[in-house]
């Protein structure tokens, strides 16, 4: 028989480390489809965060680096900079785009250096457990916030998309959500024009995906969905930024 | 005819393709798998090979066939 739907060669055959229902492994999955229908995976070089993807590389089928924490935007810079005709890009958390290193976004954005950026938006800091993230919604309960976020104690939520969309070395801001199976074909498709402007040398793009993290959420992993689609997408707005 | 197969031992018992599943034909094994989650089989039927349950898959352990 014919395989209709099969695992992209970018992604190696072996089993992640993610809980149930997280949103990591269907968005690695979409970029490794995107690298396969671009046919740059030899070409490509990927620079890993630290967060609950910082093993990416063991996942993905091409040349991946590892960054301190926050810096994956300043050392993909360093990487294309060296290496022009290289594809790369960064998949990133919102604990290391939007928390430490949110200096590094901002200005990688600001130079509009031509690279591509994943990231992945879950309003919580998963891997270590659960505490609060500059994304975490106003009244979002963490480990850290048990009554919930309040604005006067922690500020609000940090939307990069909308803090990223004035700069103009900006070429391409979206924002999309895993909340569906049609969700996700979205976000493939905005994965896909943030790597074919870099290929034109169009400048900085970045793809916000808010993704499910259903066991730090306390949700399952319908639920979690059922969350991101009703409540996350209030505070952070779908669609094109830029 | 359609067919989806599903990797028994990678599947974590998340269920969204159980949801996702518009023929309803993806359900819940009544026994664990070695890593002791619960997981999802593929029971039969009339499936149109649409792949909702490969793309809301986390761990990409579904394949869907086609043979038209």
Redesign the interface.
């Known amino acids: 028989m014919k395989k209709a739907f099969t695992r992209p060669k970018s992604l190696r055959d072996v089993e992640t480390h993610y809980c149930p229902g997280c949103g990591h492994g269907v968005a690695q999955r979409l970029v490794c489809e995107v690298i396969d229908q671009l046919g740059i995976r030899g070409k490509t070089i990927a620079v890993c965060p630290v967060g609950c993807a910082v093993v990416a590389y063991d996942y993905w089928n091409f040349d991946c680096c590892e960054a301190a924490h926050g810096r994956a935007l300043a050392v993909a810079t360093g990487i294309k900079r060296v290496q022009p005709d290289k594809f790369v890009f960064t998949y990133q958390g919102d604990g290391d785009l939007a928390a430490i290193g949110t200096a590094e976004t901002v200005h990688t954005a600001n130079r509009g250096e031509n690279l591509s950026t994943v990231f992945i938006n879950n309003a919580i800091y998963g891997m270590t457990g659960g505490q609060m993230a500059p994304t975490t919604l106003l009244n979002q309960k963490t480990a850290t916030t048990p009554l919930g976020r309040d604005a006067q104690r922690e500020g609000y939520p940090l939307k990069v998309c909308e803090l990223l969309s004035r700069l103009p070395g900006v070429a391409f801001l979206e924002r999309v959500a895993l909340d569906s199976a049609g969700g996700i074909i979205k976000a493939k498709r905005a994965i896909h024009q943030a790597f074919v402007n870099q290929l034109e040398k169009k400048g900085f793009s970045l793809v916000e995906i808010l993704s499910p993290c259903p066991v730090c959420w306390g949700k399952s992993a319908l639920q979690a969905q059922q969350w991101l689609k009703e409540e996350m997408v209030k505070t952070f707005p779908l669609g094109r930024y830029k | 005819m ?2 989806t197969k599903i990797n028994r031992e ?1 599947c ?5 393709c159980v ?2 599943c518009p023929q309803g034909l993806i359900v819940l094994d009544k026994s664990l798998n070695k890593r002791g ?1 619960q997981p999802v089989y593929f029971k039969g039927g009339k499936c149109t ?1 649409c ?2 349950c ?7 352990c ?6 038209e």
Do not use: D, T, W
């Open positions: 359609a067919e990678r974590k018992g998340c269920q969204l949801a996702v989650a090979a792949g909702l490969f793309q809301v898959c986390p761990e990409c579904i394949e869907v066939f086609n043979n």
